[in-house]
């Protein structure tokens, strides 16, 4: 913009000057006369067409001079020689000199997902951009999974000059620092886990890849905000062989669980019977031929007071021999 508005300022100061000399400029005529008076209307054309010129290289310079910048925004200022001569992190307007330009880096969350597209869409099902295809590990067993998922990180303000100067922008920056760290710790990370660890401790190894990767941008001015792992995919001979697996405990459990409840069972029964047993004997032993002796009578005196008849069986003594008490 700077370099249009030089150009706008030099040719309507080109300009203002040649229409001035063109208007007191007489030219003089073979016999002592003098040219025609020129002409005022294209004269003022071109005045007017300098003074547009000059105006407008000055409002052009005055707006390369000044920029605003949003929240989320970090700035690199680099003169048109190519230094850098300051930066700026800080939301609102800023001035700088009108041939300096701006490189601009986003310094708001940002994302890298690798998941496999759907109908070689590049869609990462959330309404962005997938930045690749799931990244192939292979864990410590030898056997290769496929793994998908989100890397959030964001860019420290202090740190975009550094960036700059070793990437000159933020889309070289993504493409050869961001994606290939994420993938490199990505396939490492598994090497660590067992086939049958990397199909249960999924919440491990994403807490390990996040440890990993903060480790590893440590000292570069980027901060992992997250990492979300999607999806981890075994060979289809692993995961038959783990759900044949699985299912095969579930049917120990279960049995297990039938020999339990058999054993309480049991438990009970004897319990129970062990009870029972119990009261009968101390039953047995408090039946004395006294205590038998007092329940006949009182059966009887019922049976009279309800007005029963007793019968007495041939050859037996209807008389009952009753202790005499003791004073």
């Known amino acids: 913009m700077f370099v249009f508005a030089l150009i706008c300022l030099v040719a309507g100061v080109i300009t203002l000057v040649l229409a001035r000399r063109h208007r007191a400029n007489k030219l003089a005529l073979p016999g002592g006369s003098e040219s025609p008076a020129p002409d005022k209307t294209g004269n003022r054309i071109a005045l007017g067409a300098g003074a547009l010129l000059v105006v407008l290289g000055l ?13 989320g925004e970090a700035r690199v200022i680099r003169s048109f020689t190519g230094q850098i001569v300051g930066q700026t992190t800080s939301t609102g307007l800023h001035v700088k000199a009108p041939w300096d330009s701006t490189v601009n880096f986003n310094i708001r969350n940002q994302t890298v997902t690798y998941i496999n597209g759907t109908g070689g869409s590049d869609s990462d099902n959330n309404g962005g951009i997938r ?28 740190s975009v000059t550094t960036i700059y100067t070793s990437f000159r922008d933020e889309e070289n920056f993504k493409a050869s620092f961001i994606t290939q760290d994420v993938r490199a710790v990505v396939r490492e990370v598994p090497n660590n886990y067992s086939t ?3 199909l249960t401790k999924r919440a491990e190894i994403e807490t390990s ?10 000292d570069t001015g980027v901060e992992v905000n997250s990492i979300s792992l ?15 697996a699985q299912q095969a405990q579930i049917d120990v459990t279960k049995q297990q669980a039938k020999l339990d409840a058999t054993k309480v069972s049991a438990q009970q029964a004897v319990v129970t019977a062990q009870a029972n047993a119990k009261a009968n004997d101390l039953l047995t032993k408090s039946l004395s031929s006294q205590v038998l002796t007092q329940h006949y009578i009182d059966a009887l005196e019922a049976s009279a007071d309800k007005g029963g008849l007793v019968v007495v069986p041939n050859g037996s003594s209807p008389l009952i021999n009753i202790p005499k008490a003791t004073k």
């Open 196 to 198: 049958l660890e990397v």
């Open 59 to 71: 409002v052009l310079g005055v707006t390369s001079s000044v920029y605003a910048q949003d929240a």
């Open 209 to 218: 890849i996040e440890q990993a990767l903060t480790k590893r941008w440590a």
């Open 131 to 158: 930045t690749g295809p799931y990244i192939t590990v292979q864990d410590k067993d030898g056997v290769s999974e496929n793994v998908s998922l989100t890397v959030r990180y964001s860019i420290r303000p202090a």
């Open 230 to 244: 999607q999806e981890i995919q075994a060979p289809k001979a692993v995961t038959e062989s783990y759900a044949e």
